[in-house]
């Protein structure tokens, strides 16, 4: 708790009203030694928070609330509804018991997770404190608690959960005998802030950020989904020059195809991260994120280890940050805000042995996993999306399902100028609805849409069939069957044996055929990557629903998967050591 009392009062909060009681012990204590936050204990909940809402109209800054658990936290809602249609920013810090006791008849326990409903602006249940370090989270919190409520004008909820014993009474005697009140230890800026912005960010935000970009040689750019899909693929390109960092361009940032300039793309990167000497020698002072968290496992293990500068730019209501990493987060567009900031950057002076570290990494391993892949049939997801990847004109829509597709997508398919539109709903990272999402981007272009979907995802959307029989709607699927789910033969589960293969593989034994054919589609099965190009030309001159199965053999497509990759991180690692400054 003290690391969320710290951060509240580093990202501004410098009054909270708190009342009395127990479960609330380490957040009271927290907040009465954290420099910064002036006390006010007001007995009654109801009256408190109708304080705090008059404390925060006069100072304009957001106020805490702070109560134990049950109906305490409830006699806060006719003030926490005013704020709401006042526009008063309030922080709702509410202990709660641990998960275990609730709906159990625990005393003092009622339901307290999104108990405001739509009146607060932001609800969050937070983690319960717990061996594992959590003061990266809890800083977080606080950092966007107060932002959110800034941003926001109106209230936010934090539900904390607190197990016994709620306090270690010599600990905190100790702590009462050896604090000081004059903030010495107390870091200059919160761990997370938060620049406003509108399109471009403020002149005065734009030159200091610029002064330190401009002083690192050292930076990253990582693109992740949805990075240009309002455009802005010139201006990030350009940031990118004038510092000669590398781009690390996830495949659904729109960065890593197209005819823009992409000297500066790293694709490789998923490779090249899970090299543990390679992680450690090519470590940023400065990390841009740009567009939602990317999707290599990878790239985010990496990200996490970073102990630089973590700049984060995302439009209002949102924080991108999985890993509680960033430092800065700029609410501006994308392309706008690189462009802004490139303005005020100079040029490197020399060629950047940075970025050629990268690149020249990148490019090696591309090249190993391309010889390799060539000389694959369709053994494995990579193989396939590298094959349709080849046959796919500029201008098409690509879908890929979660699960396997989008990370084989990630792994073997380098950039290239031909331009696709790659999809994938990351939103919430689900298998349902894939092929019906598919369909509506067909209906909604005037170019070729392709969707690539495992044979679980499809068959959770056979509804979607009837949809291009209805509406007469053309789109080539590829299903890629290996008769269940074949990413958890990826994780530990997989050593379960028959436990494995029902409750995790959950083979089906389905044919495909007569769904599709009931539609008025077409179906075949290819086997090879001559019948998957007939597939497509077939598909091209006769447009309508095409399903092309290709059907794999669980084991053995992990087993090609893990060679190839093995395979391209050797080269990288055997690969002359270059001197980075």
Wanted: hydrophobic residues 45%.
């Amino acid at each position: 708790m003290r690391a969320l009392a710290e951060e509240l009062a580093r990202a501004g909060v410098t009054d909270a009203c708190i009342s009395p009681g127990s479960r609330s012990t380490a957040l009271v204590l927290a907040v009465a030694r954290s420099a910064g936050i002036r006390p006010w204990v007001i007995v009654d909940e109801r009256s408190a928070a109708f304080f705090a809402l008059g404390l925060a109209c006069e100072t304009r800054r957001p106020v805490a609330l702070l109560c134990t658990s049950g109906t305490a936290a409830a006699n806060y809602l006719p003030a926490v509804v005013e704020a709401s249609l006042s526009r008063v920013p309030l922080i709702v810090l509410t202990a709660d018991r641990p998960p275990e006791l609730r709906d159990v008849g625990a005393a003092q326990t009622i339901d307290q997770v999104r108990l405001y409903g739509s009146h607060v602006h932001w609800s969050v249940d937070a983690a319960t404190p717990a061996d594992v370090d959590l003061d990266a989270y809890f800083r977080t919190l606080g950092c966007r608690a107060a932002a959110i409520a800034r941003e926001s004008a109106g209230p936010v909820h934090v539900n904390l959960p607190m197990r016994e014993p709620l306090v270690d009474v010599r600990e905190e005697l100790d702590a009462d005998a050896t604090s000081t009140d004059d903030g010495a230890d107390t870091p200059p800026r919160a761990r997370t802030i938060v620049h406003a912005a509108d399109t471009v960010p403020p002149a005065t935000v734009l030159r200091a950020l610029a002064a330190e970009l401009g002083d690192c040689d050292r930076g990253l750019i990582v693109c992740g989904p949805g990075t240009v899909a309002d455009g802005g693929a010139e201006e990030i390109t350009r940031l990118a020059a004038r510092r000669g960092w590398p781009i690390l361009a996830d495949p659904l940032s729109g960065l890593r195809f197209g005819g823009h300039d992409r000297t500066h793309i790293v694709d490789a990167y998923d490779v090249l991260l899970r090299d543990g000497d390679f992680c450690r020698t090519h470590a940023p002072a400065v990390v841009v994120q740009l567009g939602m968290p990317a999707v290599s496992a990878a790239l985010g293990r990496f990200l996490a280890t970073a102990r630089g500068r973590h700049l984060l730019v995302a439009p209002p209501a949102t924080w991108p940050d999985p890993l509680h990493r960033a430092t800065d987060i700029v609410r501006a567009a994308p392309g706008a805000c690189c462009a802004a900031l490139a303005d005020r950057i100079a040029d490197a002076t020399a060629a950047s042995p940075w970025l050629a570290a990268w690149t020249n990494a990148s490019r090696r391993a591309r090249i190993a996993l391309d010889r390799q892949l060539a000389d694959e049939g369709l053994t494995f997801e990579g193989a396939i999306l590298a094959r349709l990847h080849a046959l796919l004109p500029s201008g098409t829509a690509l879908h890929v399902g979660n699960s396997l597709p989008v990370r084989a997508l990630d792994t073997f398919v380098g950039g290239s100028p031909t331009a696709l539109d790659v999809y994938c709903n990351r939103g919430a990272n689900g298998i349902d609805g894939v092929t019906s999402t598919a369909l509506g981007t067909a209906a909604g272009r005037d170019a070729p849409t392709v969707l690539v979907v495992g044979d679980v995802s499809f068959l959770h959307d056979l509804g979607a069939l009837q949809i291009a029989a209805r509406h007469r709607l053309s789109l080539l699927v590829v299903v890629v069957n290996n008769d269940g789910g074949g990413i958890f033969s990826f994780l530990p589960q997989a050593a379960l044996g028959d436990t494995f293969e029902t409750f995790f593989a959950t083979p089906h034994g389905l044919g495909l055929a007569g769904a599709v054919t009931m539609c008025g589609g077409r179906h075949r099965v290819v086997r090879a990557p001559s019948e998957l190009a007939a597939a497509v030309t077939d598909w091209r001159q006769n447009p309508g629903l095409h399903v092309v199965e290709v059907r794999l053999e669980r084991a053995h497509a992990l087993a090609v998967h893990t060679r190839l990759l093995d395979a391209a991180l050797t080269t990288v690692r055997h690969a002359p050591a270059t001197v980075l400054a």
